[in-house]
């Protein structure tokens, strides 16, 4: 059984940055794909970012290429997102998903695994 555990959520101002978590357990982290999403209030859930078993390959959506970063520390299980330049409208419940295969994934079906999610609130 794989765990999902997000952490480094909460309340920043506009413009703020924060920096999200995910840890892995359960199986081999390095051998997965990973990837982070968003749902915000009344909104279906989104792809933020995803990043391949190395790392050495990642995708971002486009709208957020100069904002956000993800990457992944496969000594310590850990998977990140690096946000800057925080707006209102990035404020939404921030999820972790494991895949079962090594490469990206840029849809929720691509992913099987979930965390409980972070909420992140950027304030005006």
């Known amino acids: 059984q794989v765990h999902l555990v997000e952490s480094g959520g909460g309340l920043v101002q506009t413009g703020g940055s924060l920096r999200l978590s995910c840890a892995a357990s359960?199986?081999?982290?390095?051998?997965?794909?990973m990837g982070w999403f968003r749902q915000a209030p009344g909104k279906e859930r989104e792809i933020v970012a995803a990043?391949?078993?190395?790392?050495?390959?990642?995708y971002v959506v486009t709208s957020w290429k100069d904002r956000f970063t993800i990457s992944r520390d496969n000594a310590k299980n850990t998977v990140y997102l690096q946000m800057n330049t925080l707006k209102p409208e990035d404020t939404a419940v921030y999820y972790c998903a494991a895949r079962d295969s090594a490469g990206l994934g840029y849809s929720g079906s691509d992913y099987v695994y979930w965390g409980q999610g972070t909420q992140v609130t950027v304030s005006s």
């Open positions: 359960g199986r081999t982290f390095s051998n997965y794909g």
């Open positions: 990043i391949n078993w190395s790392g050495l390959f990642t």
